[in-house]
């Protein structure tokens, strides 16, 4: 049923002419023009056998391996294939070395397939497929070495001895599917003499809500009938239903044609058919219908196409309007090879089966991303397990969800033609780090007890206390999600965040943040808080530090400060201390304005009253001065240097806050980290590993 359509009549064109009426069975011949091939083949076997000349053995042999490959068994495709060519490959077209490299591919003969290839391209410079053909040699063994994360599984409750293919969704909560099979109990119970199979009907199934599978039955109606049908695509209410029907026996010469049925009940009725401008007498079939119900995409062999069957679509302005004239999807969907089964994602990206892109053998599921447009980026190969060296086509989604059915031939299966479930299987993701104690920069130590909360937008997933080593650990992380993990250590030690994402994460990773914690101390200077000369205006690179302090006080919403500005002794007493004050209103200002309650803040200006004590850490970085050094007037005057001078005016000249309460907002004996908290906001990724505190 896969080939209802235009892989059927490309026949004629690519075989030998001659009847072979010495050497093969008459038999054999009216088999094959019937498309009858297990018949045929079992005449030319016999017909082999007593071949006058190696150039007829050639051509009886190019007749076996074609209807092998036809067929699908490509074993026995290579081994006849290569027999014709050895017997004689001057009286055979050059396709059968283009074939004979198909199938030598299709059997995972890389290399060998290559050598074909070139000998084909040495007959036939420039043709499409050789070139392709190498390249997919090319890559393939990579994609097998590296397969994507999809896994795939059989479907028993789908699936006969005979072809179960093109699996479609029947209702929008996607429990009800239709399929095309060839099993015992359709209308058509013979041979299609077109196809050479069994005349296939559209089954349906149904899932109920825990998971069970009911019992494979045609549809009701008058969709089935002794014909072939298959290939549907039902509009999102399940009430229309497009189809292919292709015809057998007598009228074995007629295209397939696309037909639409309306539902009545649980049964079909009222099928007629679609006719397509410019496609009168021509192979259509393999149906999508939009969601909207305005566009159909459908597959067609035309002269004027790009050589094999070619993706269409045809479009309405409203359901109810007939629909416009065939367009053509054009590159770089179509190729000289053959483009079948359209689906359309939610997300408009349209999913296709194809032999004429780079691929591993036979038909291979692609993806193409909508464009600007209108139209359709490059398609991407699904690659394995997904596509195989076997036929694999006719897939669909559950809406978003990386899961759903598709369909092949793969070898492992029940029947000819099977349908298999794939999924993406979660990923394992986990956060882990260890929480240390940063308050004395020279000894640092991890930190038992503390308490670690991962959180999401949605509020707290999980909560975590550090063991003995200050160790935490979560798992089971979702996919594409932002998270917020926050540590804290009892009232008399700053809480700290960082966000990280999931996004953009494509195999199993533990993501490790290690969490710096420190003592809340009397009184914290911020660095880098720079003005404009003698006035309280905030420079642009003062933002950094707020920001660090803007973050500090939404995870710590306990708190409350003081914000004190400092300048050096030029100036007189009153200037200075009226610039201070402004300078540290500024900043409560710029807080306020992030979002900070004016009730958690107060500002003090000291001017120049209250001169910077050096510290170790400053002694480190200034080596002209020593721990407990205080930069009064007198202190900076005796300095040898007018850039030492300059170094200490910039020091005194700093803006500081201190804790004032410790309890804001609390109730009495209230912990400020069981409440919920309501004021952590994202600040942008934490890298893989974070260090550093924010001050």
Known sequence: MKRLILLTILLTGAIISQSFAQTSSKKGDAAFDQYRYEEAVDYYSEALTSAQSMEDYALIAYRIAYCYRDMRQMNLAEEFFAKALKANSQRLTPDARLYYADALRMNGKYEDAIEVYETYLDVVPDDYRGEVGIESCEKVPAWENEPTRYEVSTMAYFNSMQQDFAPAWADSKNRMVYFTTSRKGTVGDSKNFKSGQQF????????????????????????????????????????????????????????????????????????????????????????????????????????TGFGGSDLYKIERADDKDPFGAPINLGEPINTSGDEVFPYIRDDGALYFASD??????????????????????????????????????????????????????????????????????????????????????????????????????????????????????????????????????????????????????????????????????????????????????????????????????????????????????????????????????????????KGIEKDRLTWRGFGESMPRVVDSLLAEEYTFLKPGYILTEGFILDLQSKDQREIAHQLNRRTEFSVKSKTFGLEDGQDPFEMENEHIIKQGEAEVEVGGGEF
């Open 200 to 303: 296939t009907d559209i089954f349906m199934i149904e899932q109920d809500r825990k998971g069970n599978w009911s019992e494979a039955t045609p549809l009701g109606g008058y969709v089935n009938t002794e014909q072939d049908e298959g290939a549907p695509s039902l509009t999102e209410k399940g009430n229309q239903m497009y189809f292919t029907r292709c015809y057998g026996g007598d009228k074995r010469d007629m295209p397939c044609k696309l037909f639409v049925a309306m539902k009545r009940g649980r049964s079909w009725s009222g099928e007629e058919e679609l006719v397509i401008e410019g496609f009168e007498g021509y192979e259509v079939g393999y149906p999508y219908i939009s969601k909207d119900e305005l566009t159909l995409y459908f597959a067609a062999k035309s002269p």
């Open 356 to 593: 004429g892109h780079v691929g591993m053998g036979g038909l291979d599921i692609f993806r193409a991303e909508p464009n600007e447009e209108g139209g359709f980026k490059q398609p991407e190969n699904l690659r394995p397990p997904l596509n195989s060296a076997g036929d694999d086509f006719g897939v669909i989604f559950y809406d978003k969800r990386e899961r759903g059915y598709f369909s092949s031939n793969r070898p492992g299966g029940k029947g000819m033609d099977d349908i298999y479930f794939f999924r993406v299987p979660p990923l394992e993701i986990a956060v882990r780090g260890v929480v240390r104690d940063t308050t004395n920069p020279h000894y640092e130590y991890r930190v038992k007890g503390a308490k670690i909360q991962l959180m999401t937008e949605s509020g707290l997933v999980s909560a975590f206390e550090t063991s003995e080593d200050g160790t935490y650990f979560f798992k089971d992380l979702e996919e594409d999600m932002d998270y917020i993990l926050k540590a804290s250590l009892g009232k008399d030690f700053f809480a700290n965040t960082y966000t990280f994402s999931t996004r953009e994460i494509f195999v199993d990773t533990t993501i490790v943040i290690n969490v710096n914690m420190a003592q809340i101390p009397q009184i914290i200077t911020l660095p880098n808080i720079e003005y404009d000369l003698n006035k309280a205006t905030l420079r642009p690179e003062s933002a950094v530090a707020l920001d660090g302090l803007v973050k500090t006080l939404n995870d710590n919403s306990h708190l409350a400060i003081e914000l004190r500005a400092h300048t050096d002794f030029r100036g007189t007493d009153e200037s200075n201390l009226d610039l201070s004050d402004r300078r540290a209103k500024s900043c409560v200002d710029y807080l306020v304005e």
